[in-house]
């Protein structure tokens, strides 16, 4: 069912001399962060358990975030061979637990809000990797963050079609749909992106900081984006809600959403200089 194996990248062109240390730091993180793709597999599995047909969808969703988590951990214990992905993923693992673990509905309050949610994730996603794509010289980074990225497009086609289906039926008003993708999009700063970002990336012993990490995360992947990335992202999100992904007000969306990230950047620089 996958769209590509790990075989697949063509692993014999890495090239070190290529590699910029801001992108293998985020790299680490993101790797775990998807590695952890089964436990919301398995949440997904629950909250939509009389669903078969999303369950079956759900759980191949899973397998490709965890291959997308063990193609970008084996890059970069190339760039950094100092660095053991499943060591570092032993300890994300031990250390941060998903909140909704063992919920038996969505904590988005109905099933078209999960939905909702997971479309805002593969926005970012797939904007995310697109811009990875774009940022790094790396030639096998660049071949997986492509790869990855068509993985996120279709993922979000994926739970949009659902989302549809689930609507005619729930009729969730669109202020409501707003305030779930806002909801989502501000979660981005909770625990599971800083704490993998430590745990990648710490010094052993070192105590965990959730400002200073989630800093150091975000300033290096915002760094990363493109305005065009940002317009992809962004048109996508309004589609989930059910706006219109282009024109006037997706214009003005993009560009109020830039200088925040700008904003938003240079303050996580402030707190963690790269
Ligand atoms: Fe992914
Ligand atoms: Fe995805």
Redesign the pocket.
């Known amino acids: 069912m996958k769209h590509w194996r790990i075989d697949d990248v063509r692993w014999d062109q890495f090239d070190p001399q290529r590699l910029d240390p801001s992108l293998v730091a985020i790299v680490k993180a993101a790797a775990m962060v998807?590695r952890n793709?089964t436990d919301y597999g398995t949440y997904l599995n629950r909250v939509f358990h009389d669903d078969p047909a999303f369950q079956a969808a759900a759980e191949n969703w899973a397998v490709?975030?965890v291959q997308?988590?063990d193609a970008l951990g084996r890059w970069a214990m190339l760039a950094d061979p100092s660095w053991n992905y499943q060591e570092a993923f032993a300890r994300y693992q031990k250390g941060y637990h998903l909140p909704l673990l063992g919920k038996e509905s969505s904590v988005r309050g109905s099933r078209t809000g999960e939905l909702i949610a997971r479309c805002i994730v593969e926005s970012g996603?797939s904007s995310y990797?697109s811009a990875l794509a774009d940022a790094t010289e790396e030639p096998v980074l660049k071949d997986i963050c492509r790869l990855?990225a068509a993985?996120?497009f279709r993922?979000f086609k994926l739970f949009y079609d659902h989302m549809k289906r689930y609507l005619e039926r729930e009729k969730i008003g669109v202020l409501r749909r707003l305030a779930i993708a806002l909801g989502r999009v501000g979660e981005s700063e909770d625990d599971e992106l800083a704490y993998a970002y430590y745990c990648g990336n710490a010094a052993p012993g070192a105590p965990y900081d959730h400002a200073s990490c989630i800093a150091g995360y975000m300033s290096r992947a915002m760094g990363a984006y493109r305005y065009r990335h940002l317009e992809r992202g962004i048109g996508m999100i309004l589609k989930s809600i059910g706006l219109p992904p282009r024109g006037r007000l997706s214009a003005a969306v993009v560009n109020l959403a830039w200088r925040f990230m700008q904003h938003r950047r240079r303050r996580f620089m402030r707190l963690a200089p790269v």
Do not use: L
Request: hydrophobic share 10%; net charge negative.
């Open positions: 998807e793709g490709e975030e997308h988590g996603t990797y990855i993985d996120e993922h």
